[in-house]
C-alpha cells in the first residue's frame, strides 16, 4: 500500500486529534493513529477507549489498506519536516513503515489495524445542531467549574440540559457552579434530555472547533455522544450518573445587589490575593454605602492587605468571605465591563451575573462564602 500526502497538511490534521492520545494507555495500540485509505481519501483515527477522534484529507493513493501508525514518532517527524510532499510505502504483511521525502527516508514498525479498537456507533440517537461560537462559549464558561473527585464522577463533567426552549450547561465542583443557558439551540419536539460530558472530550473539543463560525451537529443516545464540524468527528462516552439537583443550591432570594467593574475588582482581587493565607485563599468583602472594602491577611507570616473601590449598592451592609482563587476564575471567564454581586447572608452562597448579557445566553455564576474567623 502506498500514497503521497502533503506534510503540512497531515501534521494539521493529526495536532487537531492528537490530544486524545494518552502517554500510558489501557491497551498498548492506542498509543497508533489509526490509517485508513479508501478512493483516495485518508481517514485518521486516534482513540482512548472513553473518546475518539476521527479526521481526513485527501491523498494521492491507487490502493485502499489500513495500518496503526506509532504517534509520537510521526509527529516529531513531521514537525521537523519541511512542507513537501511525502510518499508512505506500506508492507501489509510485516507492517513496516518506509516515509520518503525529498532529501529521506524514515523507517518505523507499525501494527496490525485489526488490533485497534472498533469506534462506537450512535444508533437510536437524539440530534441537535449548535453554531461553533456558542458551543465554544457554553465550553469556556462551564468547564473550569469541574470537578476532580473522582469519587463524584457526575461532577467531573459538564450537565447538559436539552429542551425545547433552550439548552442549559452545568458545571460544579461543590465550592462553585456555573449555569449557562442558550435560547437559540433546542431541541425539536416537546421532550427534554440530559446528558454529562466529560470534561477531557469538552476540552479537545474546544481547541479543535474552528475560528470561523459553522455549525456543529450533536448526536447522543444514552451511552455515546457524537460531533460533527467540517471534516472532524468526536465520539465520547458520556458519564452515566445522577447529576445533582442544581437548581435548589441557587438562592432565590438575594436583597443585596452590588453592581462594580468587572476588571477593576478582578486586579484588586489579584493584588489583594498575594497576601491572603495559601492554604483558603480567603478574601474579605465589606459592602457599605457605596464602597467596596477588600482584604486579606495571613496570620502565619503577619501579612495583609486592604484595598477601597467605588460600586453601585442596593441593600443593607454586609461582609462576607470568598475564595480568591474561585472569584478570579469566574470574573476572568466573564465578559461585559461591569457585573452584579447578588447576595443575601454572609453564609449563603453569592451569585455573580454579568449586568447587561447578549440576547440569546443567560449565565450565572455561584460560589460559596468562607466564614470569617471573626464572624458571629
Do not use: W
Not at 47 to 71: F, H, N, R
Not at 104 to 120: H, Q, V
Not at 140 to 167: H, Y
Request: hydrophobic share 40%; proline share 4%.
Amino acid at each position: 500500500m502506498k500514497f503521497i500526502v502533503s506534510s503540512a497538511s497531515l501534521l494539521k490534521e493529526l495536532n487537531n486529534i492528537n490530544g486524545v492520545i494518552t502517554t500510558n494507555p489501557v491497551v498498548p495500540i492506542l498509543e497508533n493513529f489509526l490509517f485508513e485509505i479508501e478512493d483516495g481519501k485518508l481517514v485518521i483515527t486516534a482513540s482512548d477507549l472513553q473518546t475518539s477522534m476521527i479526521t481526513e484529507l485527501e491523498v494521492e493513493a491507487k490502493d485502499s489498506g489500513s495500518i496503526a501508525v506509532p504517534a509520537k514518532i510521526l509527529l516529531e517527524t513531521l514537525k521537523n519536516l519541511p512542507e513537501q510532499p511525502v510518499t508512505f510505502s506500506i508492507d501489509e504483511e510485516t507492517y513496516s513503515i518506509e516515509i520518503s521525502s525529498d532529501n529521506g527516508r524514515y523507517k518505523l514498525a507499525g501494527e496490525n489495524s485489526t488490533d485497534f479498537p472498533k469506534i462506537p456507533e450512535v444508533s437510536d440517537g437524539y440530534n441537535v445542531d449548535i453554531s461553533t461560537d456558542a458551543l465554544s462559549s457554553a465550553i469556556s464558561n462551564s468547564i473550569f467549574a469541574t470537578s476532580n473527585d473522582e469519587l463524584r464522577p457526575a461532577m467531573t463533567g459538564v450537565f447538559i440540559n436539552l429542551s425545547p426552549t433552550n439548552t442549559t450547561f452545568v458545571a460544579t465542583d461543590g465550592h462553585r457552579l456555573i449555569r449557562y443557558r442558550r435560547v437559540d439551540v433546542a431541541t425539536e419536539g416537546d421532550q427534554e434530555h440530559s446528558i454529562i460530558i466529560p470534561r477531557k472530550a469538552l476540552n479537545l473539543l474546544n481547541s479543535t472547533l474552528p475560528n470561523e463560525n459553522t455549525n456543529v451537529s450533536i448526536e447522543f443516545n444514552m451511552a455515546n455522544a457524537f460531533f460533527h464540524f467540517n471534516n472532524i468527528k468526536m465520539i465520547c462516552r458520556l458519564i452515566d450518573e445522577r447529576f445533582p439537583d442544581y437548581e435548589n443550591v441557587i438562592p432565590a432570594e438575594n436583597d443585596n445587589h452590588m453592581s462594580i467593574n468587572r476588571l477593576e475588582l478582578l486586579n484588586s482581587l489579584k493584588r489583594i490575593s498575594i497576601y491572603a493565607n495559601k492554604t483558603t485563599n480567603q478574601v474579605r468583602l465589606k459592602i457599605t454605602g457605596s464602597e467596596l472594602q477588600i482584604s486579606a491577611e495571613d496570620l502565619d507570616f503577619s501579612n495583609e492587605a486592604n484595598e477601597r473601590l467605588s460600586c453601585e449598592h442596593d441593600g443593607e451592609d454586609i461582609e462576607i468571605g470568598f475564595n480568591a482563587r474561585f472569584m478570579m476564575e469566574m470574573l476572568n471567564n466573564l465578559g461585559g465591563k461591569e457585573i452584579t454581586l447578588q447576595l443575601s447572608e454572609p453564609n449563603r452562597a453569592g451569585l455573580i451575573v454579568p449586568k447587561d448579557q447578549a440576547d440569546n445566553e443567560d449565565i450565572l455564576m455561584l460560589v460559596m462564602p468562607v466564614m470569617l474567623s471573626d464572624y458571629v
